[in-house]
């Protein structure tokens, strides 16, 4: 081998073994070369990048001035990016767009000028930086939250106090209505700073070894005593479910609080439904969070067929004194109480809502680690590998651009070919001209002219040899009075586990 082959060969081995994305580009922006990273960021097929203009890959906006900045710099040397760097906004062919940070160097070559630049996706970075920012905030408010109650918990201790020797002395005296009613108020704010005390992480919590079944069905009992003929409230429970270790007294105000907001939601009547079941979390999860440990939990949701939540006010929800009820109608701290007992207790909460479908929200409360040969034999049942697939051909449907790429290569781990849809109408014609697609997996909700649920219906009459699997975080209006998804469609609730994708492809396979 010659050292200019050689060389090469090292060049090509780089270029293809490089994690972020590189494109080499002429002066005319005509893109010359680029590595699988490239292809893959922006969603074209090996080696359809080439020949095409660099241009392709930026918003029409940024597109538009992009050939000036290079002539600037060719003609007058004045750099923007080039030697820099700088964080963009990139176009992927499919329309969507994504954050990156973009590096370009400048070389000349036997009197010619190329352009090099290697591109990293900011996609992941932002989300937990997202994610941090609303945890910091948490925790911010959390302390600012505590040291209030804790230092109006020292005035109300004063002022009860006070009242009732007023009240002994007075017991006979006309001033005991209005020292009855102070006494009260009193007992309001004693109240009240209790509840911050729980959002704030200091609350007195009496954690007990409970069955989450059993206390959805008391309170699902009760609720349906009290919540009116046109509200109509369903359960869905875990089988065999796992021990956890908290306050019973707790989780059940905290059903109740859900049960009050969902039925505010749904002012003119609607479904309601509370469910267990197991719940996994995973690495790639935590990835998304802050502060969530990997384990295995009871997850306890309330879900509602109401007006949902916007974006601005979901990620609000569970801060303190936030509350969208008129003045006078609420404290705000319903939420917050639910935030502080779910993660003082070692678990988390999450809210899923879409305005005018619906809301969920969760409790995750951690298995209870049994002592002994149990937990080795539930430790062994985890590590067995999961069932895989022999090249079957499935169809993932998904809008979000993140949770599509690591559909894929999950489902791709297990032994499965695939294609992808960014919507319901793409993944129909695909269907229409893909004869051997054997399952579509599509998320529920997804924006256009279809949802994924629309989409499953209408491939049972088109392709009825294909299997459906859907997938969702909330099921809202698709859940039938027995809470079972409606016309038999099988439902995989984010999020879930490799193994349990397996299973359930395999399972449909078996249909």
Partial sequence: MTVDTKKETFLAVLLEAAPDAIVFADSTGIILEANMAAHRMFGYKNGALVGLSIDTLMPSAVADRHGGFVSRYLNEGTARIIGRGRDLIGARKNGSQFPLHLSVGHAQAEGQDYFVGIMHDLTGRRQVESALERSQRMEALGELTGGVAHDFNNLLTIITGNIELLAMDNATGHDGGMLADALEAAELGTSLTAQLLVFARRGVLIPQDIDVNEIAEDMAALLRRTLGARIVLT??????PWIVQADPAQLQTALLNLAVNAKAAMPDGGAMMVETAKATIDDSYVAQEVGVVPGEYMRISVSDTGTGMPEAIKNRAFEPFFTTKPQGQGTGLGLSMLYGFARQSGGHATI?????????ISIYLPRKIADGPGRADADEAVSDPPVRGNGQLVLVAEDNASVRRLSVTRIEALGYRTLE??????ALKILRTTPDVEILFTDIVMPGSMTGYEL???????????????????????LDTNGELQEGFQLLRKPYRQEELAAKLKALLAL
Wanted: glycine share 6%; proline share 2%.
């Fill in 456 to 478: 499953a219906q209408k491939t049972r009459r088109l392709c009825p040899h294909v299997k459906t699997l859907l997938t969702t975080a909330y099921a809202g209006r698709l």
């Fill in 235 to 240: 359960t869905r429970l875990a089988d065999d």
């Fill in 421 to 426: 849809a960014k919507n319901a109408d793409e």
């Fill in 352 to 360: 899923y809502s879409e305005e005018g479908q619906g809301t969920t």
